[in-house]
């Protein structure tokens, strides 16, 4: 048994133990204190890698999409996106929240967030995605001078020796 003496020297030890353990314990919560400092981007961009490797993580998506709202730093954001993302996680819809929070910051849906200038310095929201090349027209250029003639003088031949050809095989 501990004598009197031994168990009054024990209690202020025990008391600096339960600070330090409830301090510890207490870390999380002061996590997000200095994110307000984060570019919302920033913060956009880890929502949605969040969303694309951890989906079942919606919590860690809320807290991430809330801070990006609350950001001192919302330049090249459109926080608009980012409050519907925040309706369809509500809703569970994570597809449409990956998709709008990629449209938020600028970047073409689906395709990998990455800024060549740096996360500090994303694309302009303008356009977020490039034309794909089957909807880019190529240059018209008249066909003039002697190229015209010669060109339906050949599509002439063309049409009447396939016209022989066929007759042919018959």
């Not at 003088?153 to 020796?161: C, F, N, Q, S």
């Amino acid at each position: 048994m501990v004598g009197r003496g031994g168990l009054l020297r024990r209690i202020p030890a025990v008391g600096v133990l339960a600070v330090v353990v409830g301090a510890l314990a207490a870390g999380p919560a002061f996590a997000h204190a200095g994110e307000a400092n984060v570019p919302a981007v920033t913060l956009v961009q880890e929502a949605i890698a969040i969303v694309r490797s951890q989906p079942e993580l919606m919590d860690s998506v809320a807290d991430k999409i809330n801070d990006a709202l609350d950001s001192k730093d919302p330049a090249n954001v459109d926080l608009d996106l980012v409050r519907q993302a925040q309706k369809a996680l509500e809703a569970g819809d994570m597809a449409q929240v990956e998709f709008l929070l990629e449209r938020s910051i600028g970047a073409c849906p689906g395709q990998p967030v990455i800024s060549p200038g740096g996360l500090r310095s994303p694309n302009p929201i303008t356009s977020p995605c490039p034309k794909p090349s089957h909807l880019t027209e190529l240059p018209r250029t008249p066909v003039r001078g002697t190229a015209r003639p010669a060109l339906l003088t050949l599509a002439g031949v063309l049409i009447v020796g396939g016209l022989l050809w066929t007759r042919r095989i018959r």
